[in-house]
């Protein structure tokens, strides 16, 4: 009777230990994926800067 009230108690504590990891691990692969995007921006920003400084006025590319 006690080793299934255990068995309970243990089986919800492993769950909100990985409930806790896993909000943790997301919170820090959302933040890595942020800062990737960003880095991915700023190299846009610096290719469309150089584009528009080019000697056609800053026309940018015929389409």
Do not use: N, W
């Amino acid at each position: 009777m006690f080793g299934c009230a255990r068995s309970h108690e243990a089986h919800t504590l492993a769950e909100d230990r990985y409930e806790t990891f896993d909000a943790q691990r997301r919170k820090e692969g959302a933040r890595d994926a942020d800062a990737d995007d960003l880095i991915e921006l700023e190299q846009i920003e610096e290719v469309l800067k150089r584009g528009l400084s080019r000697s056609d006025g800053g026309q940018g590319p015929d389409v």
